[in-house]
Nanobody
């Protein structure tokens, strides 16, 4: 059964850092481009970052460029999102996506 499980969310102060992980099972992980999305309360889900299947290409929404870094470890079937210099507007549930498959999300709260 295909499964994506996010972890690493939590409460952090503005300017702080968090590292999200998304572990995959039941999928040929190394064949999939992976992406992180987020959804804040009352807003639509938005793309945050993407990475190609081999990890050679990445792309980001403008609002996180220079602060977030997406990476992957195909040997561990895991994709990561390193989030630095966090802002209150980064508060959202963060989701991992592979093709048509979605994880259930992990909550990131940035607050003083």
């Amino acid at each position: 059964q295909e499964q994506l499980v996010e972890s690493g969310g939590g409460l952090v102060q503005p300017g702080g850092s968090l590292r999200l992980s998304c572990a995959s099972s039941g999928l040929p992980f190394s064949s999939y481009a992976m992406a992180w999305y987020r959804q804040a309360t009352g807003k639509t889900r938005e793309f945050v970052a993407g990475i190609s299947s081999a990890g050679a290409t990445t792309n980001y929404v403008d609002s996180v460029k220079g602060r977030f870094t997406i990476s992957r470890d195909n040997a561990k079937n895991t994709v990561y999102l390193q989030m630095d210099s966090l802002k209150t507007e980064d508060t959202a549930v963060y989701y991992c996506k592979a093709g048509v498959y979605w994880g259930k999300g992990t909550l990131v709260t940035v607050s003083a």
